[in-house]
């Protein structure tokens, strides 16, 4: 059976635990983007397995306990034509221009942290961290997007080609049908590429 987590994103608002903001903070509305609800928790208590990024956090309790899939990679494709393969090895992988990232893009046009592409159970999404230029898939901008193999990431300059070879095996080896869920892509309002400085 799926996890029961296969069909929820987490973002939340994340703040330093010594600012006055993060003091006052003691209700927040978190964004469980689910099939069909949003949910309300409290905040975490101190020592919480929070994930912060670029403005954004990430629980790390909230992961699906459906192993991750080994053959998922993306294909980088810069804008000089280098091109390199980057396996999918974790169940949340941080794109970006920090250094720090788990997938480093050397784009002016890319936000430090710029996105995560998340394996949600039975399948990958990509969700945007608040980049300057946002993330876009087949041409429309996505605060959030479930992906399908052959789908192209655009990141600044820099294109993403997610594949996932034994995508249809492997579903109905975990007796997974129907198609990917798109109820849970969320568009984002196009706007000129400026150069990120951030």
């Avoid at 670029?54 to 790390?60: C, M, P, R, V």
């Avoid at 221009?97 to 990958?124: M, N, T, W």
């Avoid at 594949?163 to 198609?179: D, F, N, Y």
Wanted: glycine share 8%.
């Amino acid at each position: 059976m799926v996890g029961f987590f296969n069909w929820i994103g987490f973002v939340a608002p994340a703040f330093p635990a010594s600012s006055a903001r993060a003091a006052s903070y003691t209700r927040p509305r978190v964004s469980w983007l689910t099939k069909n609800a949003e949910l309300r928790v409290k905040p975490p208590r101190s020592g919480s397995p929070w994930r912060a990024s670029g403005g954004w956090a990430t629980f790390g309790t909230m992961e699906p306990d459906v192993d991750l899939p080994l053959d998922a990679y993306l294909k980088v494709m810069k804008k000089d034509g280098e091109t390199f393969r980057f396996p999918i090895r974790k169940k949340t992988v941080t794109i970006g221009r920090d250094p720090a990232c788990d997938l480093h893009l050397d784009d002016p046009y890319v936000s430090r942290k710029h996105c995560q592409i998340v394996f949600r159970g039975e399948h990958f999404t990509v969700i945007d961290l608040q980049s300057l230029n946002k993330t876009v898939v087949k041409g429309k901008q996505y605060i959030q997007k479930n992906l399908m193999p052959g789908n192209v990431i655009d990141l600044g300059a820099t294109k993403l080609l997610f594949e996932w070879p034994t995508h249809l095996e492997w579903r109905r080896a975990h007796g997974i049908v129907g198609e990917v869920p798109s109820e849970a892509d969320i568009p984002e309002k196009a706007e000129p590429e400026k150069p990120e400085n951030k």
